[in-house]
């Protein structure tokens, strides 16, 4: 599988990391517990844990804000993490600890599943567990923060959650994607073409299937929660089938 898939996985199945499951004092009480913030406006936060489909104001305008901040600091991160690595390598690790997938993974350590407003009909299709959704929820959730508690209070928190999969990277792991395209250059190869085959599922947890291919080496297929996801996945495979 996909290095960046094994770092994730690796991450999330570390003993030592707690787990934050339902708090009975509310969403003020797990802002507090979870994120170690003591929020000022906690409508923010119910608002960033807040889909659509629940009829209220959604989390998708702090998710944008949210996604900005998780790249900011984590760039930032790596920036003064690894002073002589050069910037090939370090957006290497950037690509890995943005991804939806960790983000997902971060939200079940803090226990955002169990907090997520959904209403009934994506609450029945299983939206809580979505990927796509607690990863949103997730970067919601840090936009607030910058809101309520400032830039430094967002980095606090990336920098505590996301240290176990940045600890985990023993090198800066190669993107699917970006070394399918040098394994190709490399045996004179035309760039592989990516294909997008089908989109389905409920809207809120979709899946897409994805076909990659290099002429005169093959192709493969995959799915996965989002396109980029699957076009990773279908870059893996067709580097297994190379191998």
């Not at 406006?41 to 844990?49: C, G, I, M, S, Y």
């Not at 939206?127 to 967002?154: H, P, R, T």
Request: glycine fraction near 10%; aromatic fraction near 6%; include cysteine.
């Amino acid at each position: 599988m996909a290095e960046a898939m094994d770092l994730v996985h690796r991450a999330s199945t570390r003993p030592d990391r707690p787990r934050f499951l339902t708090v009975a004092g509310g969403v003020r009480d797990w802002v507090k517990l979870a994120l170690g913030h003591d929020p000022k406006d906690v409508k923010l936060f119910e608002r960033a844990l807040s889909h659509a489909s629940a009829g209220r104001d959604s989390y998708e305008r702090l998710e944008f804000l949210g996604d900005r901040v998780l790249g900011l600091a984590v760039a930032r991160w790596l920036f003064e993490r690894f002073p002589d690595e050069p910037e090939g390598k370090m957006s290497r690790r950037y690509n890995v600890l943005v991804a939806r997938e960790t983000c997902a993974e971060v939200g079940r350590e803090l226990g955002v599943p169990a907090q997520i407003i959904l209403g009934k009909q994506a609450r029945e299709d299983g939206a809580s567990f979505s990927d796509n959704v607690i990863g949103d929820v997730v970067e919601a959730l840090l936009g607030a923060l910058l809101i309520d508690g400032g830039m430094d209070q967002a980095e606090t928190l990336v920098r505590r959650v996301w240290a176990p999969y940045l600890d985990s990277q023993k090198r800066a792991p190669q993107h699917p994607k970006s070394q399918l395209q040098e394994v190709a250059a490399a045996k004179g190869l035309r760039a592989p073409e990516y294909e997008l085959l089908g989109q389905f599922g409920a809207h809120h947890s979709p899946t897409f299937r994805v076909k990659v291919g290099i002429r005169g080496a093959g192709a493969a297929e995959a799915e996965g929660s989002s396109k980029q996801e699957a076009e990773t996945a279908a870059a893996a495979a067709l580097l297994e089938q190379m191998r």
